[in-house]
């Protein structure tokens, strides 16, 4: 997207020809900018603060790498991309030279160099205000804390560079502990959100800026991080309950009533200002216009495409069914037949369909879209995530690139943040059941729709029917009447199914059987969908906290944040084992058939492997070789 305040400029070193021929032979340099006159001027400091964002964007982070190497793996986000023979992070069989994490860790470390140079500089204008100049400031350090967050996260002890590397003896340094590096995360991070008071969400034309809220919510999330495995630092649960009420208390953000409309947003480059609910996001913009830049991330996430017409994806992560069973699903049979075998199914949650898609492309040519086709209820192994749809971008497509933002934290999770953190404290309570259920009222959007009619009951099976008698569905406030019909077994009925849920309900509707020559059969309405938590779902803390982790997969689906949960919770291994045994054996609780031959792309393989590898080792990721190489005091770390 094209930002007026993150368009790619990065001033670092400028280089003056002054001289002539013989000053070309001068030992002196004197035709060189050194940082210190650079940095004089505010427009430079602006620049070189662009320079330390752009590593937001870079192929190597936001761009490519993070979304489709790095954070695969799990129940969102499984990568098939390539032969299975190559290491890949997703399938935590990575080595120390795996090109992706090297280019992470390099890319991490170029945006910690250019805001140590920046900040190191940072009196050097004249032309600046003190405000401005704190603003600046404030942006630098948190940038700076944020990379040395997503470099503990994953690397576990890192090098803590504080000053702008120019010289190669600089390379060799002893690694920080990972608790030491979230204590400087935090502190930096506490500076960032004082020095930002004058830069608020309301005060920013777009949530690419790093706000004083943003700072507060990234906060929440780095003190819940090191509260779980595997720093363990239980007192910063205290922490996060005061960042995220810090958010709340600030009124500048809401849930968005319309889920869908999050992403739709930043596919069509804007931003939300009312609701701002995305506080802070990585911005990318594509224009396909010469001689305008291509700064769009890549493509390798989403429904698979290779037509220009509703935008082509590479399709290179599927979706776990465990993933699509996580959310509310009602089975419907066929609206006629003798069977009552599952045709397919809907949701009252919108999260659900639009998280992961319904449907594939197929067909279409440079003139006509293509087809979509729609998915059976038990095609599910090879579904792809639908919440960047390219379809929803302002054509023309660019063939390889897509203008959609990344929203690095929503206020939906500053909510599940808030909750998860009481919970682990004092257990469960009304307010954090409610917050839950706010999150989870605006997926069902029961005050838009009404409700959905989940379950109906055969009560008798009546006698005497020569043919199938028809079910009438009446009454309950129904915008649209469910539907269902009857399978007949000799002269009695064997069951009562679902063929439509109707939507509008505001109470159990009159279920009607009559006709088919018999009588006596009845059946009942049973249940209408709800959102709200039951009180079995909060009756201790461990029951609320398996809601919370729930909650996050269905709220934050591939947004990233998956694997890194659960390395948290202390639950990565066993999960991701579980995935592999679910293509193995199935899964009856969750209704999972195993991966059967023919089931599509991709490959059973692709599910098996990641559980095959995964060891207590995966917590973190090895510690790239080029490191190892150059900097003598280099520690590996287990297991690589």
């Not at 280089?15 to 013989?22: E, H, M, P």
């Not at 599940?416 to 307010?431: I, Q």
């Not at 998956?562 to 009856?588: F, M, Y």
Request: hydrophobic residues 35%; contains cysteine.
């Amino acid at each position: 997207m094209r930002r007026f305040a993150i368009f790619i400029l990065t001033i670092l070193t400028v280089v003056l020809i002054l001289g002539s021929c013989k000053k070309i032979l001068n030992p002196v340099p004197t035709d060189f900018l050194d940082a210190h006159t650079f940095y004089q001027k505010k427009a430079n400091l602006d620049a070189a603060l662009a320079g330390v964002y752009s590593a937001l964007g870079s192929s190597s982070l936001y761009g490519e790498t993070y979304q489709c190497y790095i954070t695969t793996g799990t129940e969102d986000a499984l990568v098939f991309q390539g032969s299975i023979g190559n290491p890949k992070i997703g399938y935590y069989n990575e080595t120390p030279s795996y090109n992706e994490s090297t280019r992470m860790w390099a890319n991490l470390y170029t945006g910690i160099n250019r805001a140590n140079e920046l900040l190191e500089n940072i009196d050097g204008p004249k032309d600046i205000s003190a405000s401005e100049k704190k603003i600046v400031e404030g942006e630098a350090r948190f940038l700076r804390a944020y990379y040395y967050f997503l470099l503990t996260q994953w690397f576990g002890n890192v090098p803590l560079r504080l000053v702008p590397s120019d010289t190669p003896d600089q390379g060799d340094q002893a690694f920080t502990p990972a608790k030491e590096v979230y204590d400087f995360v935090i502190a930096e991070m506490e500076a960032a959100e004082v020095l930002l008071e004058g830069q608020t969400a309301d005060k920013t034309a777009n949530t690419e800026r790093v706000t004083q809220t943003a700072v507060e919510a990234v906060l929440a999330r780095v003190c819940l991080y090191a509260a779980g495995e595997p720093i363990n630092d239980r007192s910063k649960y205290e922490d996060v309950i005061k960042w995220c009420r810090k958010v709340m208390n600030s009124g500048l953000h809401r849930l968005n009533p319309d889920y869908r409309e999050i992403f739709r947003l930043q596919l069509k480059d804007q931003y939300d200002n009312v609701s701002r609910e995305s506080i802070w996001e990585v911005g990318f913009y594509v224009n396909t216009a010469a001689p305008e830049t291509n700064a769009g991330k890549f493509v390798r996430v989403g429904i698979k495409s290779s037509n220009d017409l509703v935008g082509r994806s590479d399709g290179w992560v599927a979706v776990h069914p465990r993933s699509f069973r996580a959310y509310e699903g009602i089975d419907l049979v066929a609206g006629t037949g003798t069977t009552s075998t599952v045709t397919t199914d809907t949701t009252p949650d919108s999260r659900r369909d639009w998280n992961i898609a319904r449907f594939k492309y197929s067909g279409g040519s440079t003139t006509k879209p293509p087809t979509k086709t729609m998915l059976s209820a038990g095609n599910y192994w090879g579904r792809f995530p639908g919440k960047w749809r390219r379809e929803e971008e302002i054509p023309p497509h660019d063939p390889t690139r897509s203008p959609a933002n990344i929203p690095v934290i929503r206020y939906a999770d500053v909510l599940l943040m808030l909750a998860e953190a009481e919970n682990e404290l004092n257990g469960p309570n009304a307010e954090i059941v409610n917050y839950v259920n706010d999150i989870r009222k605006r997926a069902y959007a029961e005050d838009i729709n009404g409700k959905m009619l989940r379950e109906i009951r055969m009560t008798n099976a009546g006698s005497g029917y020569s043919a199938v008698p028809a079910v009438t569905i009446s009454g309950g406030g129904a915008s649209v009447a469910a539907t269902a019909r009857a399978v007949r077994s000799g002269s009695t009925l064997t069951g009562v199914y679902l063929t439509g849920t109707g939507v509008g309900y505001t109470s159990l509707p009159v279920i009607t059987i009559s006709g088919g020559g018999g009588s006596g059969a009845t059946a009942e309405a049973v249940a209408l969908t709800d959102y709200h938590l039951q009180p079995e779902d909060y009756e201790s803390q461990q029951a609320f906290r398996k809601i919370i982790q729930d909650e996050r997969l269905r709220e934050l689906h591939g947004e990233f944040l998956r694997r890194q949960d659960l390395k948290r919770w202390g639950i990565l291994v066993s999960t991701v084992k579980q995935l592999a045994e679910d293509a193995e054996k199935g899964n009856a609780e969750l209704r999972i058939n195993p991966y059967a031959s023919g089931s599509g792309i991709p490959a059973k393989a692709h599910f098996i492997l990641p559980g095959s590898n995964v060891s207590a080792k995966d917590v973190y990721l090895p510690i790239p070789l080029r490191e190892m190489m150059y900097n003598k005091l280099a520690v590996q770390n287990e297991g690589f």
